[in-house]
T-cell receptor, first 114, second 111 residues
Framework: GAVVSQHPSWVICKSGTSVKIECRSLDFQATTMFWYRQFPKQSLMLMATSNEGSKATYEQGVEKDKFLINHASLTLSTLTVTSAHPEDSSFYIC??????????FGQGTRLTVV | GNSVTQMEGPVTLSEEAFLTINCTYTATGYPSLFWYVQYPGEGLQLLLKATKADDKGSNKGFEATYRKETTSFHLEKGSVQVSDSAVYFCALNSNDYKLSFGAGTTVTVRA
């Protein structure tokens, strides 16, 4: 299947700093990318949907000013966690959809805010 | 709204045992149903899917049948291997490609 690469795989940052997570579709053009968050022993929760060249659509309860999403090209979307706090520590996963309409997932990013 | 309820784990089995993971859903309209698998250290991979009632998805010896009357999509495998150890997620989407996931079931297969 198609490959989606997410970087970094894990990151530790200090409280108050910002962290950027990248999601790249390596061998297809992703018209839509999704960002999910997974708390320990819980399911994946959709945070936002991003379409190339337009503003992201956030799910209810997700702070758009805290979780900045940019989908500048058909192969790259970024999620920036701004002014991170310990409660933002989580596992973040992206998925990408192209013409095949099947969602391909990145390997996830483990964020720990200390 | 859409929701998925999945059998809680963890599940520990011996090799060649029969595996069942229950999944039921609530959705408006006619969703597509999926099982995803996450091997240690890797991202989610699509294991199988079914897009309409009575469809059976199958892959790598795993099967699941879309049962509209019971709103279920239970995952089964007749003889598991150690390499099947992973976390399994049941999921659904309607027509907007947004996925709603179950909580995930951790399966450990012992030799």
């Amino acid at each position: 299947g198609a490959v989606v690469s997410q970087h970094p795989s894990w990151v530790i940052c200090k409280s108050g700093t910002s962290v950027k997570i990248e999601c790249r579709s390596l061998d297809f053009q992703a018209t839509t990318m999704f960002w999910y968050r997974q708390f320990p022993k819980q399911s994946l929760m959709l945070m936002a949907t991003s379409n190339e060249g337009s503003k992201a659509t956030y799910e209810q309860g997700v702070e758009k000013d805290k979780f900045l999403i940019n989908h500048a090209s058909l192969t790259l979307s970024t999620l920036t966690v701004t002014s991170a706090h310990p409660e933002d520590s989580s596992f973040y996963i992206c998925s990408a959809i192209g013409v095949a309409t099947e969602a391909f997932f990145g390997q996830g990013t483990r964020l720990t805010v200390v | 709204g859409n929701s998925v309820t999945q059998m809680e784990g963890p599940v520990t089995l011996s090799e060649e045992a029969f595996l069942t993971i229950n999944c039921t859903y609530t959705a408006t309209g006619y969703p597509s149903l999926f099982w995803y698998v996450q091997y240690p250290g890797e991202g989610l991979q699509l294991l199988l899917k079914a897009t309409k009632a009575d469809d059976k998805g199958s892959n790598k010896g795993f099967e699941a049948t879309y049962r509209k009357e019971t709103t279920s999509f239970h995952l089964e495998k007749g003889s598991v291997q150690v390499s099947d150890s992973a976390v399994y997620f049941c999921a659904l989407n309607s027509n907007d490609y947004k996925l709603s996931f179950g909580a995930g079931t951790t399966v450990t297969v012992r030799a």
